[in-house]
T-cell receptor, first 116, second 111 residues
């Protein structure tokens, strides 16, 4: 079975540019999470969706960050405008939300973002 | 604020020995706990989940949870060089909530 798919795997952009990261969750999973990992702060939750609805976006650092999930198989995380401090690895994870499930989250390969 | 604390290491263990990794958490409302393994440059890989007080065993791995002490641990028996990685402890409030991660413990298995 295909795991969580993320694209692009690497992104290098200049400060001020718009960046869009993409994620396809595991088929059948209905909860999707965006995390960011840096050496200084570790792995942090940015936002998560249940059944395509955003549940908690308190981890989104600034209004420059936005996330959407237009359908069950696709989500985007957008940064506009990007800044050098946004440089990090961005992970998407998914799980099944519902009674009787374990809520184990499975991570995609990540997008390594470098903003110069 | 929810926090998960881990010793960053490195923790060095001889091959074949038991590696013991520990984690404490601040939020008494946390219900579910997870251990992930992360190799350098790779994504976190789920190893174990634990939801109830006590021990849970899966192959060479044993997770232990003590909610009264707010303490979670992971034991790796018969440690192999391939176990060398960073181990991340994470907790959640239960259900499909976001995870709060510790910063990880860097484990080195010496051949």
């Amino acid at each position: 079975d295909a795991g969580v798919i993320q694209s692009p795997r690497h992104e290098v952009t200049e400060m001020g540019q718009e960046v869009t990261l993409r994620c396809k969750p595991i088929s059948g999973h209905n909860s999707l999470f965006w995390y960011r990992q840096t050496m200084m702060r570790g792995l942090e939750l940015l936002i998560y969706f249940n059944n395509n609805v955003p549940i908690d976006d308190s981890g989104m650092p600034e209004d420059r960050f936005s996330a959407k999930m237009p359908n069950a198989s696709f989500s985007t995380l957008k940064i506009q405008p990007s800044e050098p401090r946004d440089s990090a690895v961005y992970f998407c994870a998914s799980t099944i939300y519902g009674t009787g499930f374990t809520y184990e989250q499975y991570f995609g390969p990540g997008t390594r973002l470098t903003v110069t | 604020q929810k926090e998960v604390e881990q010793n960053s290491g490195p923790l060095s263990v001889p091959e074949g020995a038991i590696a013991s990794l520990n984690c404490t958490y601040s939020d008494r409302g946390s219900q579910s706990f997870f251990w992930y393994r992360q190799y350098s440059g790779k994504s976190p890989e789920l190893i174990m989940s634990i939801y109830s007080n006590g021990d849970k065993e899966d192959g060479r791995f044993t997770a232990q949870l003590n909610k009264a002490s707010q303490y979670v641990s992971l034991l790796i028996r018969d440690s192999q060089p391939s176990d060398s990685a960073t181990y991340l402890c994470a907790g959640s409030g239960g259900g499909a909530d976001g995870l709060t991660f510790g910063k990880g413990t860097h484990l080195i298995i010496q051949p």
